[in-house]
């Protein structure tokens, strides 16, 4: 009862897989520990497992095991994981495996391992499929809300956020950081995209530019999607010289990366502690850039530093 209490008060998935290691570890003095989720014929390794699952000859033996778990759906004991592969190089000799069905499906499983052959009991064994299957809603529950939660601050056709996450981001780095970069991209001549090639491929080129986006920025960067074709980046931190090169290499790679081939423009603007500024004129300077952008002939960068509308 008070481990159901306490997974179902986590918040995150990530809580609830360190609260459940914590238990693992506590009750079975594992060496390593492993969260997998299942989907189709693919498997993810959650944040949180011990890495050497994720290492090469760890994931090797991930995957024999969800082969198995696929097919058998039931907890699985090896008393030396080693010979049944036929590797020595695999770190570790003893495992136990519990799938994490709900619903009577199969979500993934739970793997602890110890380098000791022969480590886990019978009893040990039957433990560790009581602690998983009574944890496996509070696992469930977690990836569903965040899963939900991932959608709301989400544009759909791009995976980049949601304008309404952007902003809220940027007044919180505006609190807490020195400076920071706001680049406003918009897609040149989308509406001649759609009209000469139909409606999908527009789609698919604002996932291609947004795909350049994700693929030039750092994973503490924001790419957003603003509105229609176009598409914002916040860089928190960075500074106006960062700020002009992301946009710069942006212009570029989308160019050279898009088919069909189109271009885009860019408006930059920036702020930081020593001038008092609004979330709002930092927008409208990025706009009024894009503006000029377009005006001198597209396929460009323009900064509009000042604050002057023009």
Request: glycine share 6%.
């Amino acid at each position: 009862i008070i481990l159901r209490l306490r997974l179902n008060s986590s918040t995150s998935l990530d809580e609830t897989v360190q609260f459940l290691k914590s238990q693992i570890k506590k009750s079975f003095n594992t060496d390593d520990i492993g969260f997998v989720l299942l989907k189709d014929t693919e498997f993810t390794i959650l944040n949180g497992s011990n890495s050497v699952f994720l290492s090469e000859v760890g994931k090797k033996c991930v995957e024999f095991i969800a082969e198995n778990i696929r097919v058998k759906k039931e907890a699985l004991l090896y008393s030396n994981i080693q010979n049944q592969l036929a590797d020595e190089t695999i770190p570790f000799s003893s495992l136990m495996v519990v799938p994490m069905i709900e619903s009577d499906s199969l979500k993934g499983f739970c793997i602890v391992s110890h380098s000791i052959p022969y480590y886990f009991t019978f009893d040990m064994f039957k433990l560790f499929q009581s602690l998983i299957h009574h944890s496996t809603l509070a696992i469930t529950n977690s990836m569903l809300r965040e899963e939900l939660e991932r959608m709301v601050i989400t544009d759909q056709l791009t995976q980049l956020f949601a304008k309404g996450f952007l902003n809220d981001e940027i007044k919180q780095s505006m609190e807490k950081d020195e400076e920071g970069t706001f680049i406003l991209l918009d897609i040149d001549n989308f509406k001649k995209v759609n009209d000469t090639f139909g409606h999908q491929t527009g789609d698919e080129i604002l996932v291609q530019v947004a795909n350049i986006i994700q693929q030039n920025i750092r994973s503490s960067d924001i790419g957003a999607r603003w509105g229609g074709e176009e598409l914002a980046i916040y860089l928190p931190g960075a500074s106006l010289k960062t700020g002009s090169q992301v946009a710069h290499r942006l212009v570029e790679a989308v160019y050279k990366n898009t088919k069909p081939k189109i271009t885009v423009s860019c408006g930059v603007s920036y702020w930081n502690k020593k001038r008092k500024d609004q979330v709002e004129s930092l927008f409208n300077r990025a706009d009024v850039g894009l503006y000029h952008a377009k005006e001198r002939g597209k396929n460009q960068v323009v900064i509009k530093e000042d604050k002057s509308p023009f």
